[in-house]
């Protein structure tokens, strides 16, 4: 009998330890202890033995399965971030595997984490401290999940890091090309932005950031001093030098502050700052990109410029944004060249000026994405054929939205520093209430605010300037049937002088007969909408329509117009689906 209770009495023990261990295990075990995932159809074994779409897919969990045991301090945070990075990687948007972002609420948090890293399987790339950011690196997710499951989530926040990179050019690979009848600028693109005399003061003491593929030597900048900042190394972390080839930064630069009468710049007074971000293949990531807009908005920069584009909505990137504004910078950044109904990232981010290409006819360009970021306050720009610096010496002929991007750039600290003391953003409104309508009426998601239009700004105190033009013939096919107005087309007239105008006539054919309108008064700045029939049942047999417009003004009652190259505008409607029999 003593032999028996003896045995029980171990046994009661030995499950009394087994208990405890447990309890230590899930309850008091350190931090950085480990969870074993097995492979197979795990969803993180999945991620680690395979990069395959379909591997992905399958990974993807319902939303109460459990990757993270449950005995560590906040397995739930774990499971939800894992979801959401399965899902960034099935997504599209440029996801990097095996790596993320991680920011902290508190500065002892972020230090507290980053003092961890010593003693988890983890790898620190890169750390801000302005923002309280670790870009992290990982082998395998079992070991990022088992970090995320140890931390906080009151205190920390986790995101992707994604692909930036430049807009592919145009007609290259997926993006379309410029389109049918597209004119290109050459050297007259500052002529038709209303720059016609002598402008080598514009952008005196004005800083614009320029982020991108480095400023190399080039004539167009002799005797600027150009501050650089190089961000791209290889994964020793040892700098990489950059490619001779590598011009896309020095042709984005030129535009900006180009100083040589060969290629000038819209401000060639303008500091410049060259931020390296892109590596010579044209790639960095979001959180590269937000390092390099805290510096540059540290560094004084007044304007930023973004010549680049990511399909990934990074919160870091908008948290930089938000930076960079509270320090009175501006950032400009291009739309992209997709061809898309969607604007790349930072110019979707609420902040951010967008911005469209259009070639010398003033008419949007196929490849130029478009998007809410346009309608909320961009604007579109030269981007097609402009002559820009080169590496080596040479002159480029650069087409996309990377180029429209340094043109605002420009334009907005020529506009600050006529203007000693005004800030970017007020110099911006400025562009914005004298550009050129264009497309639909009002700010539209095409064309956002017009095209740019710098003259019209240092016009506008002028007196007796007189200049009607015809600012669009706007037409959608497939919104008209959806709006129930197939039969009705939008002619805007714009006087884009400094004087109101008095008995303006407009002719308009519409493929539906000649037709003549009588407009009273128009105000100085001011649009005028008129409806107009359109033969759509044509159109729609013949797959496209000849549209055109003219605005005369009585000279009886006004001095004459000055301009009379715009007063005309003739366009080609295309009707979608194949022309009938």
Known sequence: MRQKSTIYTAAAVGALLIMLGFVYLFYFAPRGEKISVDGGTDALGLLENSESLADRKKAMLPSGDEVVDEGLPFPGFANRVIRRMLAALLSGSGAIGKEAVLT??????????????????????????????????????????????????????????????????????????AGSGAVPFGRNALESLGINGDNSSFGQGVVVAVLDSGIQDHVAFAGKVIREFDYVRDANGNPVPIDIDNGHGTAVASIIAGSDSRLPGVAPAAELISYRILDNEGYTNSFTLAEAIVSAADAGADIINVSLGSSGDSALVRQAVD????????????????????????????????VSAIDARGEHLDFANSGTGLESGGMAAPGYGVVAAWPDGQASDFSGTSASTPYVSGAIAAVMSENPGMSAPAAYQLLMDHSNEAGAPGN?????????????????????????????????????????????????????????????????????????????FIPAGESYLIPTPINAAAGRSAGLLDVSATVRINESLNEPDRDLGDNSLSTRIDFPGQATP
């Open 444 to 520: 539209d998601p095409v064309y956002g605010s017009g095209n740019l239009n710098i003259g019209r700004v240092f016009e506008s105190g002028t007196p007796g300037i007189v200049d009607m033009a015809v600012a669009s013939y706007h037409y959608d096919p497939v919104l008209a049937v959806a709006n129930g107005s197939e039969n009705i087309a939008q002619v805007i007239v714009e006087n884009r002088g400094t004087e109101a105008v008095h008995n303006v006539s407009v002719d308009i054919d519409s493929g539906d007969g000649a037709r003549t309108y009588n407009v009273a």
């Open 104 to 177: 902290f609420s508190s500065e002892e948090a972020y230090r507290r984490f980053i003092a961890s890293l010593r003693e988890r399987d983890l790898r620190l790339l890169g750390s801000s401290d302005q923002l309280r950011a670790v870009r992290i690196g990982f082998d395998r997710y079992e070991d990022f999940a088992n970090a995320l499951a140890t931390l906080d989530p009151s205190e920390t926040a986790s995101d992707m890091n994604y692909i930036v990179s430049l807009p592919l050019p145009p007609e290259h690979r997926n993006s379309p090309g």
């Open 323 to 354: 930076y960079a504004g509270s320090q009175g910078a501006l950032i400009v950044a291009a739309t992209g060249n997709d061809g898309l109904p969607q604007v790349t990232y930072p110019a979707a981010i609420d902040g951010v000026i967008a």
